[in-house]
Nanobody
């Protein structure tokens, strides 16, 4: 079993930054790829970013590329999402997920475990 706990969400003004963290326990963290998704009210969960188990490769949705950075610290069993230049369109609940197969990194169905989510609200 895997437990994922997100933190770092909050209220920020447009143009500001936030850093989300996702702490993992229960399995060998360094053996699995990780991803960040987000879900706005009334919308489906959408892919934001993913990172391979070693951290050597990262993937981003077009909407966040150049503004968000995903990283991981395998010694701390933690994955991060640095979010810069935030806009009101980034407002959503952000979830981290663990996937056995990086090949399905952009689809929620490709993930095996999820955290409970953390709210990010960007005011205009």
């Amino acid at each position: 079993q895997v437990q994922l706990v997100e933190s770092g969400g909050g209220l920020v003004q447009a143009g500001g930054s936030l850093r989300l963290s996702c702490a993992a326990s229960g399995r060998t963290f360094s053996s699995y790829a990780m991803g960040w998704f987000r879900q706005a009210p009334g919308k489906e969960r959408e892919f934001a970013a993913a990172i391979t188990k070693s951290g050597s490769n990262t993937y981003y949705a077009h909407s966040v590329k150049g503004r968000f950075t995903i990283s991981r610290d395998n010694a701390k069993n933690t994955v991060y999402l640095q979010m810069n230049s935030l806009t009101p369109e980034d407002t959503a609940v952000y979830y981290c997920g663990l996937t056995y197969l990086i090949g399905s990194y952009s689809s929620p169905s490709g993930y095996n475990y999820w955290g409970q989510g953390t709210q990010v609200t960007v005011s205009s």
